[in-house]
């Protein structure tokens, strides 16, 4: 089993910096695919970006690229989303999953372990 728990949400306003982190603990995850997703209450979750295990491959969502940069620490077992110039739609709840093979993907359904969220609001 892996535990992940996200902080670093808040309330910002339309244009501001937001920088997400997750801390990773039990199992090591240093050889798994993680990545992060937000939903918006009565919405579906929705991918936002992923990293592989190396940290040399990123994968980001249309609505986020050049907005927001995944990396992570497998040192610390630790992963961020530096978010950049929020819009008031990326409000969510934020969440960081991992995904126990190596095949990055943006399909929910593979991450095998999620963090509890954190909220994001940005207002306009």
């Known amino acids: 089993q892996v535990q992940l728990v996200e902080s670093g949400g808040g309330s910002v306003q339309t244009g501001d910096s937001l920088r997400l982190s997750c801390v990773a603990s039990?199992?090591?995850?240093?050889?798994?695919?993680v990545g992060w997703f937000r939903q918006v209450a009565g919405k579906e979750r929705e991918f936002v970006a992923a990293i592989n295990w190396l940290g040399t491959e990123t994968m980001y969502a249309d609505s986020v690229e050049g907005r927001f940069t995944i990396s992570r620490d497998n040192d610390k077992s630790t992963m961020a989303l530096q978010m950049s110039d929020l819009k008031p739609e990326d409000s969510a709840v934020y969440y960081c999953?991992?995904?126990?093979?190596?095949?990055?993907?943006?399909?929910?359904?593979?991450?095998?372990?999620w963090g509890q969220g954190t909220q994001v609001t940005v207002s306009s």
């Open positions: 999953a991992a995904d126990r093979t190596m095949r990055m993907t943006r399909d929910l359904k593979s991450y095998d372990y």
């Open positions: 039990g199992r090591p995850f240093s050889t798994y695919v």
